[in-house]
């Protein structure tokens, strides 16, 4: 009872009782050292905080068996992507919703570099034309423009045009090769991977 009374920092008489003081100002306690401190001081102990960071899961594509080509997208348990709560809150994006992977290839170059982590928002699945989603494309990992053309057609586009051109797929085709938009990407790290020289060493 005790406990449960310095919880709530009120008066432990009062809890039991209903008589008394209620607020536990007026109630001293002791600490480790035998110093008497206000009651009231230690409400917040009790405050349960929550973590400045959220993990997301990690994405990621593998081979399906030894030996073959085929592909698909797991979840690989052994890692995880810390971002900030601040920012999926102010993107209005549900936590659970949220997930990592890495940029496979040069496709994105120079906007999202060969072996960047993304994160993407899993529950943002219908297109916005010229938006960056992840793909799940018969088992492979993309990252994509995406615009929707008429008929129910999806074109693919890279930032990297000149190396790699537009896709369009109808929408026999998209059934046929099992394309699926996994989600929005709202995020990307970027890493220089030069190291400036020393102009005078």
């Known amino acids: 009872m005790e406990e449960v009374a310095r919880k709530l920092s009120v008066n432990s008489d009062w809890l039991k009782t209903g008589e008394g003081l209620k607020d536990a100002r007026h109630l001293r306690l002791l600490d480790d050292s035998g110093n008497t401190f206000d009651a009231q001081a230690i409400r917040?102990?009790?405050?349960?905080?929550?973590p400045i960071d959220i993990e997301l899961p990690f994405y990621k594509e593998v081979i399906t068996a030894?030996?073959?080509?085929?592909t698909h997208v797991i979840e690989d348990r052994e890692?995880?992507?810390?971002?900030?709560?601040?920012?999926?809150?102010?993107?209005e994006i549900n936590h659970?919703?949220?997930?990592?992977?890495?940029?496979?290839?040069?496709?994105?170059?120079?906007?999202?570099?060969?072996?960047?982590?993304?994160?993407?928002?899993?529950?943002?699945?219908?297109?916005?034309?010229?938006?960056?989603?992840?793909?799940?494309?018969?088992?492979?990992?993309?990252?994509?423009?995406?615009?929707?053309?008429?008929?129910?057609?999806?074109?693919?586009?890279?930032?990297?045009?000149a190396d790699y051109p537009d896709e369009i797929f109808r929408p026999a085709q998209i059934e046929e090769q099992n394309i699926r938009v996994?989600?929005?990407?709202?995020?990307?790290?970027?890493?220089?991977?030069?190291?400036?020289?020393?102009?005078?060493?």
């Open 96 to 161: 659970t919703d949220a997930i990592g992977a890495a940029m496979i290839g040069n496709s994105m170059a120079e906007k999202i570099d060969d072996g960047s982590t993304l994160a993407i928002d899993r529950g943002l699945t219908q297109i916005v034309d010229g938006e960056i989603y992840a793909i799940e494309h018969d088992g492979m990992l993309r990252i994509k423009y995406l615009h929707r053309l008429p008929g129910n057609s999806l074109r693919l586009r890279s930032h990297n045009r």
């Open 44 to 50: 917040g102990v009790y405050t349960v905080v929550e």
């Open 79 to 91: 890692q995880c992507l810390r971002l900030p709560r601040s920012h999926l809150d102010f993107l």
């Open 66 to 70: 030894p030996g073959s080509n085929k």
């Open 182 to 201: 996994l989600g929005w990407v709202f995020w990307w790290s970027t890493l220089n991977k030069r190291r400036p020289p020393l102009p005078f060493l």
